[in-house]
């Protein structure tokens, strides 16, 4: 199957059954350059005086409608921040940001991607601190194998499979941090040494189910800022990531977002090499329960 855009093209893989999108428009994207265009935004007065969190149009998208938008999320006006360097009150600020963009593009699109790249290691191209949201009108791969497996336990027992990580995770050796609205754990089956899932303890399946400025949206927040502070301690430096939120608009999808750090012990990256990019099958060099430990020291929490 391939259904082709001006520059763009969805195409699906015959043996896996995955789709992929070829945009050869973004092979020239600015990278490296000295002037940073999130700043020119402001010097330009594009970007609206007085707002400290703004949306834009990716120059180089990889998806045009009717496949889909891309959207650049700003964090902030300052340029030389990272996500560990804000503010709670900044970080609450995005979080809404991730909200209202959810509610605009969930409107006109099957599947809304919210993400963030950071680190040169793993593809930021510009240091300015922000991240993306794609609105895509098919399912990716991903998103599609967890609708169903949610749909399919859902059907089979009555129960939701994140609802139940939730209860086995929340306090046990896995576990990072527990608050009243949120469960962050190192799942058994975690791909990287240090990734972290991060699942809402009510089951939501969009980030749009949580109250605007409530409770919910400043504890994802604050736990955000203490996880990505823990990796860069244990990392001894900033430590690459990718951080993606899973939702869907689909009753039985349960909102969680993963932080996926690329480092493995200081000064060490762990690559998806021949094994896991060739064959799909993850190598982790670490042990959940000890890496948890690991995070919640540096983050100051007790053992339970």
């Given at each position: 199957m391939s259904e082709e855009q001006p520059g763009e093209r969805l195409v699906e893989n015959p043996l896996l059954g995955d789709l992929l999108v070829q945009s050869p428009g973004r092979m020239n994207r600015r990278e490296g350059t000295l002037q940073c265009p999130f700043c020119e935004d402001l010097n330009t007065g594009r970007w609206p005086e007085g707002v400290e969190t703004w949306v834009r149009p990716n120059d180089f998208p990889a998806l045009r409608p009717p496949l889909g938008e891309c959207l650049v999320l700003l964090y902030a006006r300052e340029h030389n921040l990272a996500f560990a360097d804000l503010t709670l009150g900044q970080a609450s600020a995005v979080v809404d940001l991730w909200q209202v963009v959810y509610a605009d593009l969930g409107a006109r699109?099957?599947?809304?991607?919210?993400?963030?790249?950071?680190?040169?290691?793993?593809?930021?191209?510009?240091?300015?601190?922000?991240?993306?949201?794609?609105?895509?009108?098919?399912?990716?791969?991903?998103?599609?194998?967890?609708r169903a497996h949610f749909t399919a336990a859902r059907e089979s027992s009555g129960c939701c499979l994140g609802c139940d990580l939730v209860a086995a995770e929340s306090e046990g050796v896995r576990r990072v941090i527990s608050t009243p609205h949120w469960s962050s754990f190192i799942p058994p089956y975690a791909r990287y040494p240090y990734e972290v899932h991060l699942y809402a303890r009510d089951h939501l399946s969009t980030l749009s189910d949580l109250p605007r400025g409530g409770e919910s949206a400043k504890e994802l927040a604050a736990i955000l800022l203490d996880l990505v502070r823990a990796e860069n301690q244990v990392f001894e430096a900033p430590m690459p990531y990718m951080l993606v939120v899973h939702q869907l608009a689909n009753p039985d999808f349960h909102l969680h977002l993963e932080l996926l750090p690329v480092g493995r012990s200081p000064g060490k990256l762990k690559y998806a090499a021949s094994v896991e990019s060739g064959f799909g099958l993850w190598l982790n060099d670490a042990l959940p329960e000890v890496k948890?430990?690991?995070?919640?020291?540096?983050?100051?929490?007790?053992?339970?």
């Open positions: 699109y099957r599947c809304v991607l919210t993400f963030e790249n950071a680190g040169a290691e793993i593809g930021q191209t510009q240091n300015h601190p922000h991240g993306q949201t794609y609105g895509v009108s098919f399912l990716p791969p991903v998103i599609e194998r967890e948890a430990a690991e995070l919640r020291s540096a983050i100051g929490v007790r053992p339970g």
